[in-house]
Nanobody, 120 residues
Framework: QVQLVESGGGLVQAGGSLRLSCAAS????????MRWYRQAPGKQRELVAA???????NYADSVKGRFTISRSIAKNTVYLQMNSLKPEDTAVYYC??????????????WGQGTQVTVSS
């Protein structure tokens, strides 16, 4: 009933920038917190950034000052602006959201992931 679709990943040189987008669609009444996670090969999935409906943000220490999470409530979309990228930022990036449907259900929704590769 709720789908999240990421876009914007790709290959970039170290020091470069990318902007990820994640659009939610379906029977959506509202979305509270939206998050970006990432998972590098052989590593556990980690929280990169989170943004509540009220505008509070939380970032992993490794990306503070380089990444910025933002959202368009009207478009049910969350963004991740990634600057000064490093090879260690290479991972599959996943969008996650707490979505309240029109039927009153709460969904812990995930996107399919988008690959970000940073070359040195």
């Amino acid at each position: 009933q709720v789908q999240l679709v990421e876009s914007g990943g790709g290959l970039v040189q170290a020091g470069g920038s990318l902007r990820l987008s994640c659009a939610a669609s379906g029977s959506i009444f509202s979305i509270s917190t939206m998050r970006w996670y990432r998972q590098a090969p052989g590593k556990q999935r980690e929280l990169v950034a989170a943004l509540t409906h009220g505008g509070s943000t939380n970032y992993a220490d490794s990306v503070k000052g380089r990444f910025t999470i933002s959202r368009s409530i009207a478009k049910n979309t969350v963004y991740l602006q990634m600057n000064s990228l490093k090879p260690e930022d290479t991972a599959v990036y996943y969008c996650n959201a707490d979505v309240y449907s029109n039927y009153g259900s709460l969904f812990d929704s995930w996107g399919q992931g988008t690959q970000v590769t940073v070359s040195s």
